[in-house]
Nanobody, 114 residues
Framework: VQLQASGGGLVQAGASLRLSCAAS????????MTWFRQAPGKEREFVAT??????????FYADSVKGRFTISRDNAKNTVYLQMDTLQPEDTAVYYC??????WGQGTLVTVSS
């Protein structure tokens, strides 16, 4: 499977963005999908994950984004989304999607100005 992330951009604090990660192949629904981010000069960190439908599409979030970000998936479109609301400057980072344990997409840059 290959992953293609999109939807990043430059926004002001308080705005919203929706990231998308489209997967190729026919096995998307078998993967747990996860968003990570990496801010300048920092390590990559977990943002949110959604389990595969077989495991109930359960969602988990980092404390820093809980209540502001929502992860979802559309298995018919082989796509996972990250709806980001009330963005803050500290959310500035390159956002990456991951399928299963080790399949990474390229990043999409989100910049939040104050």
């Amino acid at each position: 499977v290959q992953l293609q992330a999109s939807g990043g951009g430059l926004v002001q604090a308080g705005a919203s963005l929706r990231l998308s990660c489209a997967a190729s192949g026919r096995t998307f629904s078998t993967y747990t999908m996860t968003w990570f981010r990496q801010a300048p000069g920092k390590e990559r960190e977990f943002v949110a994950t959604i389990t595969r439908p077989l495991n109930g599409n359960r969602m988990f979030y980092a404390d820093s984004v809980k209540g502001r970000f929502t992860i979802s998936r559309d298995n018919a479109k082989n796509t996972v989304y990250l709806q980001m609301d009330t963005l803050q400057p500290e959310d500035t980072a390159v956002y990456y999607c991951k399928a299963a344990d080790n399949i990474w997409g390229q990043g999409t840059l989100v910049t939040v100005s104050s």
